[in-house]
């Protein structure tokens, strides 16, 4: 069974992370430029300035430079920093930055600086002009002011991307902007996932080791509900909610998919959850949507919180898979507005009175074919 991968958001984040630094680096270039134009004005310098050139240059070099610093922070070190603290990853990007641009420079100018002399004298003479021409850009102070410029600006932009993580994809943003801080109603679809059999679980290994695979279960679930371009709503105990707006959730299937993504996952790394805990952690599920309000709430410590029946419904749809003996439950409000494919069918289980609902759901699981 093959999914997609790496969704459209990941990819966002680099086009931002790119035109972020090309603007700082534009900025920090035009404030230098006209402060060595007043030096001329003022005839403390002398000679000629030109300004579209290096800016056409420092452009180019900041687009490339931006996108392949964003491309190498979300997509290949974004999944490992995940699963460090705060402090390695900030930290960590800085000095390969540095280690890296080190390495790019001394073996950059020194080829350049080998083609250009090896035209104008003999080989041996040319590799020690070359080798005296790179300590002394070393040596300059610009040098290394532009080194550690960039490795701040790296370091932070992990942190930024860590924060992000810490709040859910987008909320940041969200705060940022206000977007919340007036409540609003929107529709969402939940889904409720509660690991099976989590009370023996947790009462044979102790809380230490079940917090331990509460973390890495936790871990790996998080790239497949990041594929389906879902949001991780909380973390309940042994219970995680995820949510997605109408449009994503809907789209290629990611509200019921995101279930399978995750049971694959799990089911790839049985052995060695069987290896270190002694079980093979599975999910029961349930999935509706509806409408909620949505709003900032706290003061010291905010969040962005929903707040609706539709909640309620779908943790009493999720409660029902034990008395359906089924892994996954969902309302057929949501089943008939997705389109499954052939490789999946739906068993409808008929209406249901859910615990503290007046009116009876119609509820339906889905399995593969």
């Not at 040098?143 to 992990?158: E, N, R």
């Not at 044979?204 to 331990?212: A, D, L, T």
Request: charged share 20%; net charge positive.
């Amino acid at each position: 069974m093959k999914f997609e991968t790496k969704p459209r958001r990941e990819f966002r984040k680099v086009i931002i992370i790119a035109i972020s630094w090309t603007l700082l680096t534009l900025f920090s270039f035009i404030s230098q430029y006209f402060f060595i134009y007043d030096l001329i004005e003022l005839n403390k310098l002398s000679g000629i300035y030109e300004f579209w050139p290096d800016f056409t240059g420092i452009l180019i070099l900041g687009l490339f430079g931006g996108f392949v610093g964003g491309y190498l922070l979300v997509f290949k070190m974004g999944t490992r920093y995940r699963q460090k603290s705060f402090t390695f990853g900030i930290l960590h990007s800085g000095f390969l930055f540095i280690v890296t641009y080190l390495f790019l420079a001394v073996v950059g100018l020194f080829i350049m600086d080998l083609i250009y002399f090896v035209l104008q004298m003999n080989f041996s003479s040319a590799v020690t002009k070359s080798i005296d021409n790179v300590l002394f850009n070393m040596k300059s102070p610009t040098f290394f002011i532009t080194m550690c410029v960039w490795a701040f600006l790296i370091s932070g932009t992990q942190f930024i991307l860590q924060v992000n993580d810490k709040f859910g994809p987008g909320v940041l943003w969200k705060f940022i902007t206000g977007r919340y801080y007036h409540p609003r109603e929107e529709d969402k679809i939940f889904m409720f996932l509660d690991l099976k059999s989590s009370t023996p679980i947790a009462e044979k290994m102790g809380s230490k080791k079940y917090f331990e695979l509460l973390k890495d279960i936790y871990r790996d679930i998080t790239e497949p509900i990041i594929n389906s371009l879902g949001d991780i709503y909380q973390y309940v105990g042994d219970e995680v909610v995820v949510s997605w707006s109408v449009e994503n959730g809907l789209a290629k299937n990611n509200c019921l998919l995101c279930y399978f993504r995750i049971e694959q996952v799990l089911e790839k790394r049985k052995e060695i959850y069987l290896n270190k805990y002694g079980i093979h952690p599975s999910f029961k599920a349930g999935i509706h949507l509806g409408e909620v309000t949505v709003g900032e709430i706290g003061v010291i410590k905010k969040d962005i919180v929903f707040s609706g029946d539709v909640l309620n419904t779908t943790s009493r749809i999720q409660n029902e898979c034990n008395n359906q003996k089924v892994k996954i439950l969902i309302s057929s409000q949501l089943l008939q507005r997705l389109q499954l494919n052939g490789e999946y069918e739906k068993v409808p289980l008929g209406e249901i009175q859910l615990k503290g609902k007046q009116e009876r759901v119609a509820i339906n699981t889905v399995r593969r074919i």
